[in-house]
């Protein structure tokens, strides 16, 4: 399995919505609606922000919204904020209990 | 509150095995709602998944360390383990200990985190 493809980085200024692509294959993103995405600021451990494509947990700004087509999913962060300045990963489920991981977007609050 | 600290030596000399523990507090580790997971993060680099385990003893290993992972669990003393045999320095890395929520295919609870670098 190989892993998912991210953009390294993206920016948008405060107020701002941006969106942030996940690309996988028809055997995990394309096959499963259990896209995941993790946000994770410097040192910190991730942080579960949406799973099962659009969902998110208790706690989530609904800021934070996902979207998939195809192979490819999609986070979108609205209304920036500067706290959003983070590393993002999307994760999906590949089947038979494996999982595999995108190589994170780093995003820039202007 | 379910809590995951993970739990082992930080340094680990090449060719030898990597161990660590994940110690669950606040909740039982025998749970038929999830699994418990493995992940690292080399410096600087993107989130890879190593392996998961069920209460109940079943393992599942990505595919590509497979040859060199064991992940066992002790429910007498709620904690989930990893070897990883052979190091080598691309295997430093900061490695989580997680929780995959059955059904919903997400790791909804993380540890830490704790740094392991390989090195002479």
């Known amino acids: 399995q190989s892993a998912l493809t991210q953009a390294p980085s993206a920016s948008g200024s405060p107020g701002q919505s941006v969106t942030l692509s996940c690309t996988g294959t028809s055997s995990d993103v394309g096959d499963y609606n259990f896209v995941s995405w993790y946000q994770q600021h410097p040192g910190k451990a991730p942080k579960l922000m949406i799973y099962?494509?659009?969902k998110r947990p208790s706690g989530v700004p609904n800021r934070f919204s996902g979207s998939k087509s195809g192979n490819t999913a999609s986070l979108t962060v609205s209304g920036l904020q500067a706290e959003d300045e983070a590393d993002y990963y999307c994760s999906s489920y590949a089947g038979s209990n494996n999982w595999v991981f995108g190589g994170g977007t780093k995003l820039t609050v202007l | 509150q379910v809590q995951l600290r993970e739990s082992g030596p930080g340094l680990v000399k090449p060719s030898e095995t990597l161990s660590l523990t994940c110690t669950v507090s606040?909740?039982?580790?025998?749970?038929?709602?999830?699994?418990w997971g493995w992940i690292r993060q080399p410096p600087g680099k993107g989130l890879e998944w190593i392996g998961s385990?069920?209460?109940?003893?079943?393992?599942y290993y990505n595919p590509s360390l497979k040859s060199r992972v064991t992940i066992s669990v002790d429910t007498s003393k709620n904690q989930f383990s990893l070897k990883l045999s052979s190091v080598t320095a691309a295997d430093t890395a900061v490695y989580y200990c997680?929780?995959?929520?059955?059904?919903?295919?997400?790791?909804?609870?993380w540890g830490r985190g704790t740094l392991v670098t390989v090195s002479s």
């Open positions: 997680a929780r995959p929520k059955v059904t919903e295919w997400s790791f909804d609870l």
């Open positions: 385990i069920f209460y109940s003893g079943s393992t």
């Open positions: 099962e494509v659009n």
């Open positions: 606040g909740g039982s580790i025998i749970s038929s709602s999830y699994y």
